[in-house]
């Protein structure tokens, strides 16, 4: 998936403005696809030129004109299509986990901020999607429903073991113990 097909798939389930596409990223995906307006206005100016999706100008008294898009009946299709083609494969790229696989190199201050930032992280997404299913969860579909809980259990999943395991990393790396990064072998194909 890429930011065109979810822009066209929050369109399906709601005419939107690309300020509240930004806003759909940042809370209900925010657990599992990132996307910021330099992706989401042209994905946007490429959909509506495709004739996937219309856009209308909407003026409202003493503000700025704003611009509502709406998903075509062909834009429907094009996404129904993207769902049913898409492999569902569970991608991870993380920074963090970089970082800790490398904790040894690290100095123990550096790695007790890294890990205190991504439990930070973790516990703001959870109350994100605290304040969403208060707010909402009474109208999410059963899609919805599955992909907060989802979304719930791995965030808590992760802060329990950042929580409890946090230990191995951090005792480490002040001592001069490494973790094997030395003995590492990469086979070339």
Partial sequence: MDVKTLCLGVLCHCDATGYDI?????????????AGYGSI??????????GLICCDAESRAGKRERKLYRVTEEGRRAFEDALCATEPRHKVRSEFLVLLYFAQLMPTSRLTEVLDQRLGEIEATLGQLDTMERLEGDRWSPGEQFVGGFGRAI??????????????????TDSGQTSGVSDLRVNAV
């Fill in 155 to 172: 965030l808590e999943a992760s802060r329990n073991y950042i929580r409890q395991n946090r230990h191995l990393v951090e005792d480490t």
């Fill in 41 to 50: 206005y042209p994905a946007l100016a490429e959909l509506t030129e495709r």
């Fill in 22 to 34: 930004k806003k759909h990223f940042e809370s209900a995906f925010s657990h599992f696809f990132l």
